[in-house]
């Protein structure tokens, strides 16, 4: 089920998405909804890394160095 939504655009950005509404046809919430589907897998990816770079940074975690993990999967150059 779809929710309804509302957000403030400043005037350049709301210029910029009306004039690629008349340009294509399609609707804003079209590209609103684009837009933040393409950001949202990176926000979430940009947290989990800092999630993980902390618990390394505090001991909690490990890592092993790309040489290694090469040499193990046979993949050298």
């Given amino acids: ?7 403030r655009l400043d005037k350049e950005l709301a210029s910029r998405l009306e004039r690629l509404v008349r340009l294509t046809g399609r609707s804003k919430s079209f590209y609103i909804k684009q837009a933040i589907e393409e950001q949202i897998a990176d926000l979430e990816d ?23 993990l090469e040499r193990e ?4 150059d």
């Fill in 46 to 68: 940009l947290f989990l890394a800092r999630k993980v770079a902390r618990r390394v940074a505090e001991g909690r975690e490990g890592v092993t160095a790309l040489e290694d």
């Fill in 1 to 7: 089920m779809q929710q309804p939504f509302s957000i």
């Fill in 73 to 76: 999967f046979g993949v050298e």
